[in-house]
């Protein structure tokens, strides 16, 4: 019983893993208190259910056995059509949504949300839906969530512009999470505190985010892609990895390297890849 209890009291760093889940967004990031925090849910077209295939099974292999906080920076199936698939299988303590997708709005977005919202855990316990306001800050135990940047209210014309870009803090360390925010939303997070460690480059790497002014800003060690391999769109966008490159700004994709792992353990953010190994300092 002893050697079985052992791990449970060993030092966990602060870790994030960008998962693998094609053209989409998921990460998961365990504190050094072992709560478990999720940034999106990746989401395809058709019968697969990225929550059930790939995140329930990988936070089964973590030993988790609930979500302290699931964030969905927007509705977009790609990041949020793996949510109910999660939400089915382990208890989550509160969700935290942009404003427009709680707004009830009859974008595509919102649907996704609403399948999520239907489920027993949230009918019964609104309070821990958390709508995402600018600067707010959500604080876990010894880990906060500040809000940098979020939408109050629909903007039609293209959901991207609905996404929240959320700054995760554990310890001396940071990551930022864009969604899929363009270069407009960028601009008014820059004018904040964004300086991070890792940054989770914005919509897979698209030329419509990523601007040099919010590079210069949020100035990470580390940039991460999620992006499918061999994707239709492109991503992630030459122009992009070259304002990247010129800023010094190492980059881990998921398209090239699978699941991506970052550690912080005291050397600063070390990543590895699941497809191959890497050491960044």
């Not at 893993?17 to 504190?31: E, H, M, P, W």
């Not at 050094?32 to 077209?45: F, S």
């Not at 996704?112 to 821990?128: D, G, H, M, P, S």
Request: charged share 20%.
């Amino acid at each position: 019983m002893t050697v079985l209890a052992l791990p449970r009291f060993q030092f966990q760093p602060f870790t994030v893993y960008f998962l693998d889940v094609g053209q989409g967004d998921c990460a998961v990031a365990v504190t050094p208190e072992r709560e478990i925090i999720v940034v999106d849910t990746g989401g395809l077209p058709g019968q697969y259910d990225t929550g059930e295939r790939i995140l329930v099974p990988f936070l089964r292999w973590l030993g988790a056995d609930k979500v302290d906080l699931l964030i969905l920076s927007h509705g977009h199936l790609d990041h949020a059509g793996g949510a109910a698939g999660l939400s089915h299988w382990f208890p989550i303590s509160a969700l935290a949504l942009p404003a427009p997708d709680l707004a009830g709005t009859d974008g595509f977005p919102t649907k996704k949300v609403a399948k999520v919202l239907r489920l027993e855990q949230f009918r019964q316990n609104r309070k821990i839906v958390y709508k995402m306001q600018t600067n707010q800050k959500i604080c876990k135990k010894k880990s906060i969530i500040q809000i940098v940047e979020a939408p109050t209210e629909y903007k039609e014309g293209g959901e991207n512009e609905n996404s929240g870009i959320v700054r995760l803090v554990s310890g001396p360390y940071s990551v930022l999470f864009t969604g899929d925010a363009t270069g407009e939303e960028e601009l008014r997070a820059a004018a904040r505190a964004v300086r991070s460690d890792v940054l989770k480059v914005s919509h897979h790497g698209s030329r419509s985010s990523s601007c040099p002014e919010f590079l210069a800003g949020v100035s990470p060690r580390l940039g991460v892609i999620s992006a499918g391999r061999g994707n239709r769109f492109g991503h992630p966008h030459r122009e992009v990895l070259e304002r990247l490159d010129g800023l010094g700004i190492p980059v881990a994709r998921t398209d090239t390297g699978g699941a991506i792992k970052v550690v912080f353990d005291g050397r600063g953010p070390v990543w590895y890849s699941y497809r191959w190994q890497q050491d960044f300092f």
